[in-house]
C-alpha cells in the first residue's frame, strides 16, 4: 500500500509528462519542506484538473505573478496513480486545497482495500500556473483527424469515418 502525504505548505507545483504524444504520461509534481511527489495521472484527468482549477479561481479576487518555472524535476518517480481528485478552497488560508486518493487496486468493486490520499494546499498563483499548464499539455498532443477527431498517429491512422481507405466524397 503507498504511503499517505500532506503538502501543506507546497513550494512549487507543476504538470507535466513524459513521453512522446501518444505514448505520454502525465504527472502532477509537488514540492513541500521535506519532500517531492509525482502522481500519476491520465490525459483527461489533467484537462478536468485544469477546467475545474480554472472555475473555482474565476470565483476569486484576481491572482499576483504566476510562477514561470513548471517543468516537472528530474528524476520523475511515481508515488501513486491517482483515481479521483477534489478541490476545496479553504478562505481562512487563502489556499487552495487539492485532494488526490490512489487508484487502488479492485477499486469500483467491492474493495476492503483504501488507497493513499495526498493532500496539497497551494497559493491561488499556483492553482492559476496549473491551468494555463494543463492547457498546455492537452493541446500539445497528437493533433485530431479532420474527419472523425481521433488523435492522428505518425505512422498512420485508419479513420472509421472512411473505413481505413479513401476521405468520403463530400
Not at 509528462?17 to 502522481?39: C, D, I
Request: charged share 25%; hydrophobic share 35%; glycine share 10%.
Amino acid at each position: 500500500m503507498s504511503a499517505s502525504f500532506e503538502l501543506s505548505d507546497v513550494a512549487r507545483v507543476t504538470l507535466g509528462s513524459v513521453g512522446e504524444p501518444g505514448r505520454r504520461t502525465f504527472y502532477l509534481q509537488a514540492r513541500g519542506e521535506e519532500r517531492t511527489v509525482s502522481l500519476k495521472l491520465e490525459k483527461q484527468q489533467v484537462a478536468a484538473l485544469g477546467q475545474l482549477l480554472g472555475e473555482l479561481l474565476s470565483d476569486l479576487p484576481v491572482t499576483g505573478n504566476l510562477p514561470v518555472d513548471l517543468e516537472l524535476e528530474e528524476p520523475v518517480e511515481t508515488d501513486w496513480s491517482v483515481g479521483t481528485m477534489q478541490l476545496a478552497y479553504d478562505n481562512d488560508a487563502d489556499r487552495v486545497i487539492l485532494i488526490a486518493e490512489e487508484l487502488a487496486p479492485g477499486q469500483g468493486e467491492e474493495s476492503e482495500q483504501q488507497g493513499a490520499i495526498g493532500r496539497l494546499s497551494v497559493t491561488r498563483e499556483q492553482a492559476a500556473a496549473l491551468v494555463g499548464r494543463s492547457e498546455l499539455l492537452v493541446s500539445a498532443g497528437r493533433p485530431p483527424c479532420p474527419l472523425c477527431g481521433h488523435p492522428l498517429d505518425p505512422s498512420g491512422h485508419t479513420c472509421p469515418k472512411t473505413n481505413g481507405h479513401r476521405p468520403p466524397e463530400r
